[in-house]
């Protein structure tokens, strides 16, 4: 533990306390379904410095107390005051320092008072009351041919191997890469919707009942058609 920053261990300590928290409101609660005990993972990938223990040297190096100068790529320059320090990796090996800053209220102005109500589907990604269609772009439909490929090359690595970890770093970017270009259009196409309109709405929907219903209308018409 000497080894260890001790606001990190207190950070630990208070993510324990925190899920058993989480755990002792929901058996409480009645109308909660789920009331699992916590789970905790076998490997961390993350710790957290609360309020010290860190400084940014430059755009290119990190000091970590207990750990050291660390080089780093700062794509932004935190603005307003900083407050933790997040060190993460992903499935792809990927590490990231994530700073979580105080910054002064401000409010948003809107410029349209234009309203809009949004209808969410299955086949279209949204359907507007003004009639217009936003098509789903299935990026990982487009990407399938390639995240096969990758798959099958980490199905034929021995386990345990260090070719077959390398592998699956591969696979695991390719995911990564798909779900950023996912991302990167949501927030482009809700930054639109927000400049253009004033007011939006939309729908209280059970995501999951109409991914199950739809699945199940079509498991019936296959069936119909096979007889």
């Known amino acids: 533990s000497s080894e260890v920053h001790s606001q990190i261990l207190q ?37 957290t410095f609360p309020q010290s223990g860190f400084k940014i040297l430059s755009d290119k190096r990190l000091r970590l107390s207990k750990i050291g100068n660390i080089p780093i790529i700062l794509h932004r320059v935190p603005k307003g ?7 993460k990796v992903n499935k792809a090996n990927q590490w990231f320092a994530v700073f979580s800053c105080e910054m002064p209220d401000s409010k948003a102005i809107h410029f349209s ?31 399938e041919k390639k995240i096969k490929h990758l798959q099958r090359l980490v199905s034929r690595k021995v386990k345990g191997n260090n070719n077959r970890r390398k592998a699956r770093f591969r696979l695991a970017r390719q995911h990564l890469k798909v779900s950023n270009i996912r991302m990167d259009w949501l927030h482009k196409l809700s930054k639109s919707m927000t400049l253009k309109y004033g007011t939006i709405c939309g729908e209280n929907l059970n995501i999951k009942g109409m991914v ?16």
């Open 81 to 87: 005051k900083i407050k933790t320090l997040t060190i």
């Open 113 to 143: 008072k234009e309203a809009i109500g949004i209808d969410v589907g299955l086949e279209n990604f949204a359907t507007l009351s003004n009639g217009e269609v936003i098509e789903n772009p299935r990026f990982l439909v487009k990407a």
């Open 11 to 47: 950070n630990v300590s208070d993510r324990v306390h925190k899920a058993f928290q989480n755990f002792f409101r929901r058996v409480k609660d009645k109308s909660c379904k789920e009331r699992g005990f916590p789970r905790f993972k076998s490997r961390v990938n993350s710790i």
């Open 212 to 227: 199950h219903n739809h699945h199940l209308a079509k498991h019936i018409n296959d069936a119909s058609w096979g007889i």
